[in-house]
């Protein structure tokens, strides 16, 4: 499990459930954060992945940080027995 991933997570979840206005910048932080680690089991996978789909729902990332993020946990999905 990658620590910082899941720390992460944690804040992500907070910040989304009740962003205010000034929140904005602590988010793209936290995202880059997440997307920007490597998985390491299926529990990262999955965060990354939920912040992939809600960035997807907002419209794509200007820095294709998701696209790479996805690659990451595609790359760790195939070494999954």
């Known amino acids: 499990m990658n620590l910082r991933i899941q720390t992460a997570a944690g804040r992500w979840a907070a910040l989304t459930a ?3 206005e000034g929140d904005h910048e602590e ?5 880059r954060t997440i997307l920007k680690s490597r998985p390491r ?4 996978a999955v965060v990354i992945l939920d ?9 794509q990332r200007s ?7 996805l690659q990451a946990v595609s790359r760790l ?4 027995p």
Not at 51 to 59: E, K, L, N, S
Not at 63 to 69: C, E, Q, R, T, V
């Open 51 to 59: 912040v992939v789909t809600a960035g997807i729902q907002a419209g």
């Open 18 to 20: 009740s962003l205010d």
């Open 27 to 31: 988010l793209e932080t936290v995202e």
């Open 63 to 69: 820095d294709g940080l998701d696209a790479k993020a």
């Open 77 to 80: 999905l195939r070494t999954v």
């Open 41 to 44: 089991c299926t529990q990262d």
